[in-house]
């Protein structure tokens, strides 16, 4: 008889590092509204309050249980291509201040469709995906300038 | 009476009519555009209408609106408009579980009860229903947020702790910005772009539609699960009909508390949906499916935030005072068209006013085959579009829609920071639903305290204030059932086991 | 038949226009004018504005495109005035007392003296209202229950720091009393909590007279003489309070738009303002003209800031 496979437990490291997190986010609340009025200070001052309890319980919480490690694995699973995407709209946003919202936006599209693909590409498609996106861009960005009268 | 349907009948009100819900819908759809922002938009368009035909098109609007944002909640997790938060709550699930086109048709059979109901209200009981709303004070709100942000500990299951948290945090969020009460600049540093606060919209869009597109970009797979064989229209029509039929006592329960919130000023419908949904689950006999893809989710917020299109107007025709947003712009228009809102409208202009009842309601009824096409289409877009247009498309709409809310490059930065934020609080198992509660129920239980604090304290007797109103006891009441019933029901679960347990160890 | 005669003062308006020139001989304006609002769509500032509309199009055969920079109550338009194109295209609504106070209470990306302010047109007066059935029914009744019970009555109010608040504590220092201000979200918060009786008063205007009718009762008006829509309605001097202030509302451009284009602008303005109709149409809705000509602006805007000094010191915003 094989012994049944337990699964692996480890401990809830993300959950107990956002609970320091909110910890410090909390101290820092109740410093800044030390300079408020007695209205303007209640709710955040209470709120940061029952912060610091939260986190401190759920410290405790993670030091002491265990939780399987698939579960963690998958939460921390992110690979390349979410760190690509993250980079793609930073440059996105950068190149809107320098290049204007409608050009920005085509190389957005562009690079972030690049990036969602899982299979290679052709060369073809390449060009398909950059008219599509051209195009695409277009579209939005007329009916948001035109159609809704949005200053760019 | 009779005249009034007529003139609501005549071809171009008519024509107005079915036009003004298609392009609420689309817009409502967008995530970004609200339902606020079209009616801005459009306003100006209407001053060389009749004035019963320019409230014919800004409310098809609305209500086309605050209807198609289920389409952006039920198939991409994004509220279309802060209405339809609740509505991903068990839309996505759905959706995941290849019963997409089902949950678009429940959604849309339940908006358009949900806005007859409010339109029959609306005609039928607007003054006595006027004078209901404007007995809910600054307790009565402060009670309602608190009501709706007990739904967080009942959307945590098993992980109360970061639920807890995460409305915390969702609450920071809503202090930033010059203070309504006491005038401060809270956590603002420094930056102007800061001192009228976080938008809600901003956050929502944020908190939803990143995470989801950072998560989309990693799966090879498509996210919608989309049946082998699809169902007829009219199999997924019948059985979304069934659905409702069973849903009965949720369905009128849903649209007459979004009837009644929308009747509050300064409520909105966002809470609406938030209050029914979670009366919806109290009251269901499957408590725990809830969040997971019940049907009944989806009726609950549907049914809800269409109904406060309707009842938002009980207090804007009745007593010329706005019930939500979209309304303040109504009444400005009805202004600039010369038609003397206040007290008197049902009495000086009762003639527009009935035209305009009966044409909305025939626009909402109107929303029914048009939200059958387009969910139709919508769903099949949505299924079949490639990731590589599908993910930068979310993000260029997402990102132009934010920019549009103000034209302002500041909101589109911190939507894509909160975003972030969130997306890195989700890697560390925190669910969205309680943050977004948070923002949005936030401002509202702030206020409504302070409120009432004061006033309390000019009477000399604040616990009379907190805890002496018959509304308030009331949703007192509720809020401790609410948080009671899940314990309750736990308790009952567990005594047959130990019963069991004990008559196996007397063997 | 009422869109029949709109539309055929439209057409008149657009002929009449088409065909005669300017009416004065005017180098401003020399096409359609950009005229941003900083509030919401549907606002009483949008309102305002539009209503100036034909009249602009009756005098200079031009059309205002209305366009909105919405946020922080005007703060989001103030901050960002003087980086728009200055040649006369573009003007902006503005709004005292904001304008003094907002940049008192933290760095809101304007300071007051940025704000080139061309003209004041109208003012909607402060007034002190009840509901219809409270058992205040006169100034001297509401004096008197605050000075038995300071604290007690609790009248409310949009936003702290606004000018409603002014109202508030200038009445308060004026009459020797106390009184609990309950800031309010918006205009619909505070006139449902009034009509519910949530509060007992509300700091208000002349123009909620008007759009809640018989609902309300004001107790006085701060004018200098009664306003037309309500005879019966004494004003804050005639009882011996000196309380004759509101919110006035006017046109600002940027920095550097050049002093004749300001002039010019002015004198449009002013005529609008002559126009019976024009009176007419703000009278109804419960606003007073105000006619406060570029000329005068210095002078008129040094009283004000004057004025809302002493005020920001009882708000306590001077530290």
């Known amino acids: 008889m094989q012994p049944s496979e337990a699964p692996i437990q480890r401990y809830d490291w993300p959950g107990a590092l956002v609970a320091v997190a909110s910890a410090l986010l909390a101290l820092y609340v109740l410093r800044e509204s030390a300079g408020f009025s007695l209205f303007g200070s209640v709710f955040p001052r209470a709120v940061a309050f029952a912060m610091l309890a939260l986190a401190a319980a759920l410290l405790v919480r993670t030091a002491i249980r265990k939780v399987p490690a698939s579960a963690i694995r998958s939460l921390t699973r992110a690979n390349w291509r979410t760190a690509g995407l993250i980079a793609v709209v930073a440059c996105w946003m950068l190149l809107v201040r320098f290049a204007g919202f409608y050009p920005a936006s085509v190389f957005g599209f562009l690079a972030a469709g690049a990036l969602a693909r899982h299979t290679p590409w052709t060369l073809r498609e390449l060009g398909i995906h950059a008219l599509v996106s051209v195009v695409t861009v277009s579209a939005f960005y007329a009916f948001f300038a035109y159609g809704l009268s949005v200053r760019f | 009476m009779l005249d009034f349907v007529l003139s609501a009948l005549t071809p171009l009100n008519l024509f107005l009519a079915i036009v003004s819900v298609v392009a609420g819908v689309v817009i409502g759809a967008i995530p970004g555009l609200t339902a606020t922002m079209a009616i801005a938009v459009l306003t100006p368009f209407t001053f060389t209408m009749a004035p019963e035909a320019a409230l014919i098109t800004l409310a098809g609007i609305y209500m086309g609106a605050i209807y198609g944002g289920c389409f952006a909640a039920i198939l991409v997790n994004t509220p279309g408009t802060p209405s339809s938060i609740a509505t991903t709550f068990d839309g996505f699930p759905m959706a995941k579980r290849g019963q997409g086109q089902l949950a678009v048709n429940i959604a849309t059979l339940a908006s358009v009860f949900g806005g007859v ?195 938002g107007f009980i207090p804007t025709l009745v007593l010329g005072i706005p019930g939500t947003p979209p309304d303040a712009i109504i009444l400005g228009a009805l202004m600039v068209h010369g038609v003397r809102i206040g007290p008197n409208l049902f009495a000086e202009h009762g003639d527009i006013v009935y035209t305009f009842i009966f044409g909305l309601l025939i626009a909402t009824i109107l929303m029914l085959p048009v939200g059958l096409l387009v969910g139709r289409y919508a769903f099949r877009l949505i299924a079949n579009i490639q990731k590589t247009a599908l993910i930068p498309g979310i993000l260029l709409m997402t990102i132009l829609g934010t920019y549009a809310i103000h034209a302002s490059f500041a909101d589109v930065l911190m939507m894509l920071s909160l975003g972030f934020v969130a997306w890195v609080l989700t890697k560390a198992g925190f669910a969205i639903a309680p943050i977004v509660l948070g923002v949005v129920l936030g401002p509202i239980a702030e206020q409504g305290f302070v409120q009432s604090w004061l006033i309390g304290n000019a009477a000399g007797n604040i616990p009379a204030v907190f805890f002496g109103r018959p509304i308030s006891i009331g949703i007192i009441v509720l809020i401790v059932l609410g948080l009671l019933w899940p314990v309750y029901l736990s308790f009952k679960k567990r005594k047959p086991n130990t019963s069991r347990s004990v008559s196996n160890a007397a063997l | 038949m009422k869109t029949l005669t709109k539309m055929t003062c439209a057409a008149a308006f657009g002929l009449a226009a088409a065909f005669s020139g300017p009416a004065m001989a005017a180098d401003w304006p020399d096409q359609d004018v950009t005229y941003i609002i900083p509030f919401n769509p549907g606002g009483e500032s949008d309102v305002t504005a539009r209503m100036q509309e034909p009249f602009f199009a009756k005098i200079t055969g031009k059309k205002f495109m209305f366009d909105y920079i919405v946020g922080a109550g005007g703060a989001a338009g103030w901050s960002q005035i003087n980086s728009l194109p200055a040649d006369g295209s573009t003007i902006m609504g503005v709004n005292t007392p904001h304008i003094f106070l907002q940049p008192q209470g933290g760095n809101v990306g304007y300071e007051t003296d940025d704000i080139n302010v061309v003209y004041i047109y109208q003012i909607t007066p402060f007034a002190l209202i009840v509901p219809a059935d409270s058992p205040i029914e006169t100034l001297e009744d509401y004096i008197a229950k605050a000075k038995a019970q300071p604290g007690a009555i609790t009248v409310g109010g949009t936003g702290t720091n606004s000018a409603p608040n002014v109202a508030q504590v200038a009445f308060d220092a004026a009459a020797g009393i106390t009184t609990t201000y309950i800031p309010f979200s918006g205009t619909s918060a505070v006139s449902a909590a009034l009509l519910g009786n949530q509060v007992q008063a509300q700091w208000g205007f002349t123009t909620v007279g008007v759009n809640q009718g018989d609902e309300v009762r004001m107790l006085a008006v701060a004018m200098d003489e009664r306003h037309p829509l309500f005879p019966d309605v004494p004003t804050f001097k005639e009882k011996g309070i000196d309380l004759v202030d509101g919110a006035r509302r006017g046109v600002i451009v940027p920095a550097d738009t050049p002093e004749e284009t300001r002039q010019q602008m002015s004198d449009v303005f002013a005529e609008i303002n002559r126009d019976p109709e024009m009176q007419k149409m703000m009278e109804e809705a419960g606003y007073v003209l105000l006619n406060v000509p570029y000329s005068e602006m210095d002078a008129y805007l040094a009283g004000l800031s004057e004025n809302y000094e002493h005020v920001a010191e009882l708000l306590g915003l001077n530290q």
């Open chain 2, 117 to 311: 109901f409010s339109v029959i209200v609306l005609l039928l009981l607007s003054p006595p229903l006027a004078r209901v709303a404007l007995a809910f004070g600054p307790p009565e709100y402060f009670w309602l947020a608190v009501l709706g942000l007990a739904l967080v500990a009942s959307l945590s299951e098993g992980q109360l702790l970061k639920g807890l948290l995460g409305a915390c945090l969702g609450l920071l969020v809503a202090f930033v910005g010059s203070a309504v009460i006491g005038g401060d600049m809270r956590f603002t540093f420094d930056q102007p772009a800061l001192v009228g606060g976080v938008n809600v919209v901003v956050a929502l869009i944020g908190l939803f539609c990143i995470p989801v597109v950072l998560d989309l970009i990693t799966r090879r797979d498509h996210h919608l699960h989309v049946p082998e064989e699809p169902a007829s229209a009219r199999e997924e029509l019948g059985a979304a009909v069934g659905i409702l039929a069973s849903q009965k006592v949720n369905l009128v329960r849903s649209a007459s508390i979004g009837t009644l919130v929308g009747a509050l000023p300064a409520a909105g419908g966002a809470i609406g949906s938030l209050l029914a949904y979670s009366e919806a689950r109290r009251n269901a006999r499957n408590p725990e499916d809830y969040g997971k893809g019940e049907p009944g989710g989806i009726v609950a917020s549907e049914a809800a935030n269409n109904g406060t299109v309707g009842g």
